[in-house]
């Protein structure tokens, strides 16, 4: 399926600067910008941002040792407290150098911003910033930008529309926001982001406002839209409806990966995004259609372009998919693991970590934990030696979701 809509169409950025963005390297997080791992280098710390289960107890950022050469790896080393109970700890990312954590209680409206250079095995907590003045809440995706941290917010404070794009600096100060707001002054909805600097491209995705998260009826209020933006302008070029719930934004990577992925969770399907005709307009195709219920929570594209992995949180399993064709992915291998949904890749695309909180209302009586499966051509294996322990902390059972490499 195609689809093609231009609002507004701008050329590609001049020849000269994608030749000096060709020589960049290639970004090992989700934000272009963020200068962290080099191609190269193995990690040895895995951040997870930790909800407790029964949002009794304070949330937290568990740090686990992933060095093979250590007498703890695959352990749970340390946890960072939030202080707080009940923030829904969802989505985290880093400040441009990697010296910052900053973590979102999605349910709380705070930021929590952590310590992560002086000692890496041991973060500390900074500051605690209240986003309700702001007008604006649901953080959720953090994306590293140069002087701060834009946020991508569900909604405003009454649990409503429109979901925004908010600025803030290094020290979560707030700057600026740029609401969603359609051509057609519709509000408009904000789950996921990325940013490809050789087009000039932004594209944000959807999820539900607030209100409905909140309340756990969600599904029934997702949005379809998929919003591409001019990056530099930050102004509003095309609007796309595509399935219910295209959640994750996944460009290809370097200067000549121009298409991307999205996951459709409740549409129970995969869409690829290009440039095609190299005019400024974003062209989305349906390339893969899961079963009823499949639920593909999230996607990751392998650092060479080579493979997409999509988590199906409703089907119990991880797939491989061979994207050389990237309108028409085959099926390499799966592996199955309960309930599968945020996953992170290693820098030499080796490594596939996993976990398995989803959302405190969705969950269920799932067993948390984290996962480790070694991808390649050969297809996928789960390490057994790696089973860090999210069942039996002091305060309980407590709920891994999004990663971060160190």
Known sequence: MRRKLAVLALPIVATGLLGALASREVAFDESVFVKGLEPAERETILYVWTRDADHEDSDFLAVVDVDPESDTYGEIVATAPTGSAGNEAHHFGYTENADRIFGAGMFSNKLFIYDVKTDPRRPTLLKTVDLNPTGYSGPHTIYAVPGGVMLAMLGKVDGGGPGALMFVDDDGNFQRANPVIHPDGTPGYMYDVGVKLEL???????????????????????????????????????????????????????????????????????????????????????????????????????????????????????????????????????????????????????????????????????????????????????????????????????????????
């Open 200 to 406: 000039n491209r932004m594209i944000t995705s959807s999820w539900a406002h607030p209100g409905h998260v909140k309340a756990g009826d969600h599904p029934a209020h997702s949005g379809k839209d998929v919003v591409v933006w001019d990056w530099n302008e930050k102004k509003i070029l095309q609007v796309e409806q595509l399935d219910l719930a295209p959640l994750e934004v996944r460009w290809m990577h370097g200067a000549r990966g121009l298409g991307g992925f999205t996951n459709a969770a409740f549409g129970n399907s995969v869409w690829y995004w290009e440039d095609a005709d190299r005019d400024g307009t974003i062209e989305f195709h349906r390339v893969i259609e899961l079963g009823e219920g499949a639920t593909p929570a999230d996607m990751r594209v392998s650092y060479d372009n080579r493979y997409l992995y999509v988590s199906l949180w409703g089907a119990g399993k991880v797939q491989q998919y061979d994207i050389a064709d990237p309108k028409g992915p085959a099926l390499v291998s799966e592996v199955a693991i309960p309930q599968p949904n945020m996953m992170k890749l290693s820098p030499d695309s080796r490594r596939l970590y996993v976990t398995n909180s989803i959302l405190s209302s969705l969950d269920g009586d799932v067993r948390f934990g984290a996962w480790l499966i070694h991808v390649g051509p050969d297809g996928m294996r789960i390490d057994p030696d790696f089973q860090p322990d999210f069942q039996n902390f002091a305060t309980g059972p407590a709920g891994p979701h999004d990663m971060l490499l160190k």
